[in-house]
């Protein structure tokens, strides 16, 4: 049972782009959504995350924005550079239950020259 | 280097074989995860313990499966008799527990340890 859908599977953008990675969920009683990024060999690193009392949240190049009645949050990255090239996952967590994360199954970005 | 460490980071087995691996979570984390990657998937929830008591496995998690956390520090993930479905990526996480009702989603994953069953 996939309770996190991402899209797209992969992303191609070029240096100074805008990249936007979406993702749904099913679960109504998740209430905190974090993203990961994570870079080839290595494990996955929290980027940004947030709650769903919020429409947006920004740190530096990276924002999320979330509906919340849509049950959809997406994660774009402004000015995107080619040291932003990884894999990024969704995840989301219901409050109690120990940080146990439901992970999407993942963007890979390529930020071109 | 503070961060999770796991050993080995590869490992090559043949079907049926048994195979360890080590986790060393950041010293003052009391919450260690385990979880699994396959390729072009997320990771999955595998099990969890605080300090030295395991709260949760998943149902991912088969009988050949086995988690311990001795003195609430290490880890180890034991998996016996290896199919070649088990071959994956992995990855141990750690965290800080902040309150009973307090979930920041922080995980400080290692860098993973993949299994290759032949």
């Known amino acids: 049972q996939q309770q996190v859908k991402q899209s797209p599977q992969s992303l191609i953008v070029q240096k100074g782009g805008i990249s936007i990675i979406n993702c749904a969920y099913e679960n109504t009683a998740f209430d905190y959504f974090p993203w990961y990024q994570q870079f080839p060999g290595k494990g996955p690193a929290l980027l940004i995350a947030?709650?769903?009392?919020?429409s947006e949240k920004k740190e530096g190049r990276f924002t999320i924005s979330f509906n919340k009645s849509a049950k959809q949050f997406s994660l774009h990255i402004m000015d995107s550079q080619p040291g932003d090239s990884a894999t990024y996952f969704c995840a989301a967590i219901r409050d109690g239950t120990a940080s146990k994360l439901t992970f999407g199954t993942g963007t890979r970005l390529q930020v071109t020259l | 280097d503070t961060g999770v460490s796991q050993n080995p980071r590869h490992k090559i087995t043949k079907r049926g074989q048994n195979v360890t691996f080590r986790c060393d979570p950041i010293?003052?984390?009391?919450?260690l995860y385990w979880y699994r990657q396959t390729l072009g998937q997320g990771p999955e929830f595998l099990t969890y313990?605080?300090?030295?008591?395991?709260?949760?496995k998943s149902r991912l998690l088969s009988d050949r499966f086995s988690a311990e956390r001795p003195k609430g520090s290490f880890s180890t993930l034991e998996i016996q008799r290896t199919e070649q479905g088990d071959s994956a990526m992995y990855l141990c996480?750690?965290?800080?527990?902040?309150?009973?009702?307090?979930?920041?989603?922080?995980?400080?994953f290692g860098e993973g340890s993949r299994l290759t069953v032949l």
């Open positions: 996480a750690s965290s800080v527990r902040q309150g009973p009702f307090s979930n920041t989603g922080e995980l400080f």
């Open positions: 010293s003052e984390h009391n919450r």
């Open positions: 313990f605080q300090n030295e008591a395991q709260l949760e």
């Open positions: 947030i709650r769903p009392d919020v």
